[in-house]
């Protein structure tokens, strides 16, 4: 019931009924005519500041100085994945020339994301198309961009603490684990399938 009020809210708030090109999507704009509960809650989030955060600017700026340039996208490619991927940023040095669009942890970054490959310093695999990845097994049909069920995606399977842990797990060059927030959890019993009350990071 609540599904088909949002259908016919979406119908009445005369959400866009064109469908997203792989560019249009990356924009969190995009998102909020349709998903605007999910755009504001982003919006308020560190995700979205990730990479205005003036902490994270100057200390990003003070370790490539200190490195002569050597840790590279080490920091943005968590920070501001989209930038990197798209080749926008090398250093995250010249954030000002870049899309805003493109910055901090976006929505098209966390739903299109088809593998992880890996449990630390972001190893996420993005399928570059327009399927959004969610927790909803039969999504409704709309005119924006096909949906499709993840596992990764749905807090109710324990595979989706990858997609979050594998980005909040930090391994500097140097080797030294700076965040250990997934493999700590990996050694609780939330991460036990046998266990009833597991719980993933969702
Ligand atoms: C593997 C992904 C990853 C990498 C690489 C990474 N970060 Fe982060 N960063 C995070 C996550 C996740 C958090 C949030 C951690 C938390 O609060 O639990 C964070 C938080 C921060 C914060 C916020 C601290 C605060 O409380 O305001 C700063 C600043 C920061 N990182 C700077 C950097 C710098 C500089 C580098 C490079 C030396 C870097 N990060 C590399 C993922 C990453
Ligand atoms: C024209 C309106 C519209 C726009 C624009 C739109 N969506 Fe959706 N989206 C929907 C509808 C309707 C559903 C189905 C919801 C349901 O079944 O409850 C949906 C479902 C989803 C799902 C769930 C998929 C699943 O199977 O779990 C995700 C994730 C999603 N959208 C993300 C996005 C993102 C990210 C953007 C911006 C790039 C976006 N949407 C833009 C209307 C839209
Ligand atoms: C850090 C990764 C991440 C970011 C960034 C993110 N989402 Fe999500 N989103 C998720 C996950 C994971 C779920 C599934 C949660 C669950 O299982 O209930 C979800 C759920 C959703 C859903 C409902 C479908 C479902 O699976 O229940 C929609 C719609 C959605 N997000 C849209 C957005 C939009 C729009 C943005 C940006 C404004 C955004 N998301 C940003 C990870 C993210
Ligand atoms: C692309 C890498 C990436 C992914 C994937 C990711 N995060 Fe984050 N997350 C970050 C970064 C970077 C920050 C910190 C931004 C800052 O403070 O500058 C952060 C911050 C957070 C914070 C705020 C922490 C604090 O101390 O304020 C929470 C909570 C969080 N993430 C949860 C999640 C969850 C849950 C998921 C999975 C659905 C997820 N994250 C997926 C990179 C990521």
């Not at 959400?15 to 969190?28: G, K, R």
């Not at 910055?103 to 593998?115: Q, R």
């Not at 609780?188 to 009350?197: G, I, K, R, V």
């Amino acid at each position: 019931m609540k599904r088909l009020l949002f259908a016919a809210l979406l119908l009445l708030a005369g959400c866009p009924s064109f469908e997203l090109s792989v560019e249009q999507s990356w924009d969190p704009q995009a998102c909020a005519d349709c998903h605007p509960d999910h755009f504001r809650e982003w919006s308020g989030s560190m995700h979205a500041y990730a990479a205005e955060d003036p902490l994270f600017l100057a200390m990003n700026r003070r370790g490539q100085e200190e490195t002569d340039g050597e840790l590279g996208s080490f920091c943005i490619d968590c920070h501001a994945p989209m930038a990197v991927r798209l080749g926008e940023t090398v250093d995250g040095l010249n954030l000002d020339e870049v899309d805003d669009a493109l910055k901090g942890v976006t929505c098209y970054y966390c739903h299109t994301v088809s593998a992880v490959e890996g449990d630390h310093n972001n190893p996420l695999v993005g399928a570059g198309d327009t399927t959004m990845r969610g927790g909803i097994a039969d999504p409704l049909d709309n005119a924006a961009h096909p949906s499709q069920h993840s596992d990764l995606h749905d807090r109710r399977s324990l595979d989706s603490s990858a997609l979050c842990g594998s980005c909040h797990d930090i391994v500097t060059p140097a080797g030294v684990a700076l965040e250990r927030t997934f493999a700590e959890w990996k050694e609780t019993l939330f991460a036990d399938p046998s266990n009833p009350s597991a719980l993933s990071c969702g």
